[in-house]
């Protein structure tokens, strides 16, 4: 892991850049870190994160414990496998 501060963006970027990002993505990443390094990001409240549940379950991007499109592909998997001969 790099540190961040120690080497500077211009060289943080440089080394995202030999690990196989783009200009633009390095550029994009160094500005992130540097953001969330002066405080303009916060934790999200827990009410904050009921209500993303809640757009999350009525949009049908959840269902349960896992993701609808987790649980439908598994469905569509165990569905293709389904044999119709009944067990002895």
């Keep these: 892991m790099m540190d961040f501060w120690s080497m500077g963006p211009t060289a943080a970027a440089l080394a995202l850049r030999a690990r196989g990002f783009s200009l633009r993505e390095a550029q994009r990443l160094v500005a992130l870190k540097v953001r969330h390094e002066r405080g303009e990001f916060r934790e999200i409240t827990p009410h904050a994160r009921l209500l993303f549940l809640r757009w999350l379950v009525e949009h049908g991007y959840f269902d349960g414990d896992l993701p609808v499109l987790t649980v439908r ?4 998997e ?3 496998h389904r044999t119709t ?3 002895d």
Excluded: I, S
Excluded at 73 to 76: D, G, K, L, P, T
């Design 78 to 80: 165990y569905a293709g």
């Design 85 to 87: 001969q009944r067990p």
């Design 73 to 76: 592909a598994e469905r569509r």
